[in-house]
Nanobody, 126 residues
Framework: QLQLVESGGGLVQPGGSLRLSCAAS????????IGWFRQAPGKEREGVSC????????YFSDSVKGRFTISRDNAKNTVSLQMNSLKPEDTAVYYC???????????????????WGQGTQVTVSS
């Protein structure tokens, strides 16, 4: 069974940090571009950050640029999203996704992917 499983979500105060992880089971991630998407209640899904299969290319939405970083460890079959300087507007369910090779910008802007994780809640509140 092919699965993506996110972890690391939770409640954090404004200005704090969280690190999300995405682990794959049933397949290896090194063939795929990986992206992090988020959706808040009543809002459209947003492509937050995407990384190419070998990690050489990354994309960040304007809303998180300079605050979030994305990395991958293909040997461990995981991708991470480090989120710093968190704001209340970052509150959302965050999803990990995998797509067969494409540009990172296309993946993040279209949301057209092959696999989705189940999501992890991130809440930024004092």
């Amino acid at each position: 069974q092919l699965q993506l499983v996110e972890s690391g979500g939770g409640l954090v105060q404004p200005g704090g940090s969280l690190r999300l992880s995405c682990a794959a089971s049933g397949f290896t991630l090194d063939y795929y571009a990986i992206g992090w998407f988020r959706q808040a209640p009543g809002k459209e899904r947003e492509g937050v950050s995407c990384i190419s299969s070998r990690g050489g290319y990354t994309y960040f939405s304007d809303s998180v640029k300079g605050r979030f970083t994305i990395s991958r460890d293909n040997a461990k079959n995981t991708v991470s999203l480090q989120m710093n300087s968190l704001k209340p507007e970052d509150t959302a369910v965050y999803y990990c996704a995998a797509r067969s090779p494409t540009t990172v910008q296309t993946m993040c802007k279209t949301g057209h992917v092959n696999y989705w994780g189940q999501g992890t809640q991130v809440t930024v509140s004092s």
